[in-house]
């Protein structure tokens, strides 16, 4: 053992004995300083000294950080130099990892290869959305450590596991992501182009996704998974238009639209009037018409499960919400819609500008040539 090992060991003892905080901080910082000076040339029996020496100290100072913002900053400094180190002292890493401050134990959480997947489960397990947060975020993750941080149905942590190529998912854990991108648009794109999701689970995500997504989808996609995914949303609307409706003949309304436009008598007044007395056909055809587009895109909008694309045409025409409502609830023969998707579909249409929605319906009228 070298004369600068011995020295420190003093000190620690010293520290330890004195019980002084400022001794003690110090004392871990010089250490910490010593074993990164060399980490890569020490053997199992001087990291294990080392080890032990942290770990006595450290223990000190987490008594003292509950109330000493200078003791927190410390352990936090340390589990930053610790955690990208291979060969760092693996019980200082397991007692970093598990401190409930985030700022202390997040690095090594995130980085630390010192952590084994029993280690990662548990605090999965047991912590909070930062501690999962952080796990989520390692660079490699196998899928007895994605099932539990899923388990706990944190949609941040399905956000971040879902963008992380490196995070292995099951196809339980995959069930579970699907499931929340139902209700979660940025979810939905991120786990939707994922080279390891299941096929039919692709499928299930897109059955429900709204047109918005789906665009998106087919934006983000990779060369080799563009045409499933094309595929894929062909598939499901062909579905979704024979559930929503029977045949439809669309020509008389178009006809009754034109002559409409023809006299100067086509307005967001008379599309008020077909959308409220549910007359299908003719809101269809006047929508399209007062929003430059075609019956050919308005129609799979309305035979949508969900109202975010029908929102679309409805902005790029200027309609009031008054208006956009009433054209909402004319897709169905009879009721109403639910408050809560009435409230939601109108703050999504508030957000949404004339000029973001007419790009978008440009796109899809290309598409649907």
Sequence with gaps: MSTAELSIIDEVESALRTGSAEKGLA???RVTDLFLSS???FDDEQIALFDD???RLIGTIELRAIADMGARVALAEISAQLAPIAQAPPSVIRRLANNDEIRIAGPVLQESARLDDGELVKIASSKGEPHLLAVAGRWWLKEIVTDALLARRYPSVSRRLAANPGARVSGNGFAVIVGQAEADPELAVSVGVRVDLPSDMRRQLLRSATDV?????????PPHL??????????VTVGVEREMSG?????????????????GQLTEATLFSFATQRRYEEAVAALAALSGSTVEVIRPLMQSLREDGLLVPCKAAQLRWETTAAVLESRFATGAMKPGDIARAQSNFARMTPENARRTLRFWQVRAL
């Excluded at 997504?213 to 996609?221: G, Y």
């Design 247 to 263: 045949v439809r003949d669309f020509e008389g309304a178009k006809r009754a639209i034109a002559n409409l436009k023809a006299a």
């Design 213 to 221: 997504v789906r665009i998106r989808l087919l934006s983000r996609a």
């Design 53 to 55: 020496v942290l770990d």
């Design 39 to 41: 980490a890569g040339s």
């Design 27 to 29: 004392t871990a910082r």
């Design 226 to 235: 563009f045409e499933e995914i094309q595929n894929a949303i062909a598939a």
